[in-house]
């Protein structure tokens, strides 16, 4: 059973991915952004740079609840992913480390994707331990959270200025160049 769930979610993540490149003119990964060309169903379906951040509440893995819009003030880092998705396992070590470097100046949450994890928490325990993952990690248990950000392949990177506006979005494993430009454009907020 959690063989077909698996295979079921990796064929609806395929699915999604290839309607993407299909949508960007062949480029999987893509920073969205006000001035971006994309489809027009695409750009107006996604949050994007420039909307307020859909407000949520999510529980992180001991049962503590945290709602975005309590974060007003800060500046955020969200991070959606899965333990199954090989591009999170790529992008989490230098993750970790924008972590380590900013966490005075940026609030940093993973939010994990744990409808398609088959609800496996032990799993997850071992891929925060595996790379050293000190950041609260949120679990999106009915995919609520990832349906209002519309999020069509992970992982999937948001920032969040202290006013609750998204300053940028992009889909697929960050590198540290991408990573610190996201950063240092949070910053500048």
Known sequence: MKKRVLILGILVILGLALS???TTGGSAKQ????????????????????????DFVLADMEGRSLKLSDLRGKK????????WCQPCHDEMPELVQKYEEYKDKIAFYGI?????????????????QQYHV??????????????????????????????GII??????????TNMERMIQNLLKR
């Open 20 to 22: 993407m490149f299909l």
């Open 31 to 54: 920073t969205v952004s006000p001035d971006t060309k994309t489809g027009p169903e695409l750009k107006h379906s996604l949050p994007q740079p420039g909307d307020s951040a859909p």
């Open 76 to 83: 955020v880092l969200i991070n959606f992913w899965a333990t």
């Open 112 to 128: 994990n994707l744990t409808n398609m994890e088959g609800g496996n928490l032990s799993e997850m325990r071992n891929f925060l």
């Open 134 to 163: 000190s950041y609260p990690v949120l679990l999106d248990k009915e995919g609520r959270v990832a349906n209002q950000y519309k999020i069509i392949g992970i992982p999937t990177t948001l920032t969040i200025d202290a006013n």
């Open 167 to 176: 300053v940028d979005r992009f889909t697929g494993s960050l590198t540290e």
